[in-house]
């Protein structure tokens, strides 16, 4: 079974700073990584994905990740956030080939400060 | 278009009632999926259907809990003797087909709240 790691349950930055959320998974078998982001009172919404190919993948509102298979990561980054980045952000795997159930980290409260 | 949407957007009940939560997807969409969020949790996963049928359940934490997908759109999941510890968000996504090149596109859930 396969299994996500979000090292940091909460995040504050200063707006203008860069960020880093943290994602590392687990799994015997080959996968496909995603980041979604809930904003508040609002439903999940997909930012970014990796199926194959670059390892470094852009998503929306200027958000890019980096797969690393050796180091079973994902981590998610911004170079520059604003206030309305403020949100928690979830990445999620699922297997290659298998059911196509989101397995879920626990999530990343990401607080932008003025 | 329309997206994901989700009724009741909460829904109060006393322990050991029966309760009924209701998903209509993305009009086309051929998956749908159900996940539970708790406090302070990530989404997870309980079931998805394929059309009418339910390709995957293995989610679904006893059989208290069921769910239907009776014509392939509008899906109602629902929780027999309800106890306090399903007191969570009730998510609904919807996919217009399976794999990963489908994006999950997420309804704004159903806060249950049992007493």
């Known amino acids: 079974a396969q299994s996500v790691t979000q090292l940091d349950s909460q995040v504050p930055v200063f707006e203008e700073a860069p960020v880093e959320l943290r994602c590392n998974y687990s799994s015997s078998v080959s996968v496909y990584l995603f980041w979604y982001v809930q904003y508040p009172n609002q439903g999940l919404q997909l930012l970014l994905k990796?199926?194959?190919?670059?390892?470094l993948v852009k998503g929306i509102n200027g958000f890019e990740a980096e797969f690393n298979k050796s180091q079973t990561s994902f981590h998610l980054r911004k170079p520059s956030v604003h206030i309305s980045d403020t949100a928690e952000y979830f990445c999620?795997?699922?297997?290659?080939?298998?059911?196509?159930?989101?397995?879920f980290g626990k999530g990343t409260k990401l607080t932008v400060n003025p | 278009g329309a997206g994901v949407s989700q009724t009741p957007s909460n829904k109060v009940t006393e322990k050991g009632k029966y309760v009924e939560l209701r998903c209509d997807p993305i009009s086309g969409h051929t998956a749908l999926y159900w996940y539970r969020q708790s406090l302070g949790q990530g989404p997870e996963f309980l079931i998805y259907f394929q059309g009418t049928g339910a390709a995957d359940d293995s989610g679904l934490p006893n059989d208290r809990f069921f769910a239907v997908r009776p014509e392939g759109s509008v899906s109602t999941l629902k929780i027999q003797r309800t106890e306090r510890g399903d007191s969570a968000v009730y998510l609904c996504?919807?996919?217009?087909?399976?794999?990963?090149?489908?994006?999950?596109?997420f309804g704004p859930g159903t806060r249950l709240t049992v007493l």
């Open positions: 990796y199926l194959s190919g670059s390892t």
């Open positions: 999620a795997v699922t297997t290659q080939g298998g059911s196509e159930k989101l397995v």
């Open positions: 996504a919807s996919s217009l087909g399976t794999g990963p090149t489908d994006t999950q596109y």
